[in-house]
């Protein structure tokens, strides 16, 4: 009886193992955000923030494997209210995908408002090329008014592509706060 008990213990123990070992890997893949940034455009609010793929190979693998991502980005503007809920003032979305094509060995990647995606042998100029840089507009510059308070909230995920609804992976991001975390503040006085 004893003999059978330490056997399951060791079963157990090495299903914990690969449990273990495959979200290390899943978690190994992190991300880095570029600190958004808030410009006047022409009289048109840009946000401009950057997305850098930390562990390279390690997405290279996985897409070499047949696996497609997808990153999807959400930046929205708020004026801070003290004393009640933030007014949301604009907001927009990014989504790009990101494949490796088998016969023609490279990656390929889709940016919103490119009809054509963006092809390259090498990944990491890849990823520069179309993640390195992102603007997103936020509307007419009038919308912000000198001596208010805004907060920009950036929120950024990469999931399979056909993952079902409510699956995500969790990656790690770079941001001011200690710890991990998916979102993004900027808070700012015009």
Same mark, same amino acid.
């Given at each position: ?65 047949? @696996?497609?991502?997808? !990153?999807?980005?959400?930046?929205? &503007?708020? %004026?801070?209210?003290? *004393?009640? +809920? ?47 840089? @992102?603007?997103?507009? !936020?509307?007419?510059?009038?919308? &912000?008014? %000198?001596?208010?308070? *805004?907060? +920009? ?38």
């Amino acid at each position: 009886m004893k003999k059978k008990s330490i056997s399951q213990r060791r079963q157990l123990l090495f299903a914990g193992l690969i449990i273990l070992f495959s979200a290390s890997v899943a978690y190994a893949q992190t991300l880095s955000l570029m600190a958004p940034s808030i410009a006047r455009e022409n009289d048109v609010l840009m946000a401009q923030y950057g997305v850098t793929v930390i562990e390279k190979p390690i997405l290279k693998g996985e897409l070499e494997d047949g @696996i497609e991502l997808v !990153l999807k980005s959400t930046i929205e &503007l708020f %004026k801070v209210n003290d *004393y009640w +809920l933030d007014k949301s003032i604009a907001s927009a979305d990014f989504e790009s995908t990101i494949r490796f094509d088998r016969l023609k060995k490279e990656f390929v990647m889709t940016l919103p408002g490119r009809d054509t995606p963006l092809r390259n042998k090498a990944l990491r100029p890849l990823l520069l090329n179309g993640w390195g840089c @992102i603007k997103a507009n !936020l509307g007419p510059w009038s919308a &912000l008014q %000198k001596g208010e308070k *805004y907060s +920009l909230r950036l929120i950024t995920t990469m999931n399979e592509k056909d993952a079902p609804k409510g699956f995500s992976r969790f990656f790690y991001f770079w941001s001011w706060d200690a710890g991990s975390d998916n979102t993004f503040h900027l808070n700012f006085t015009l």
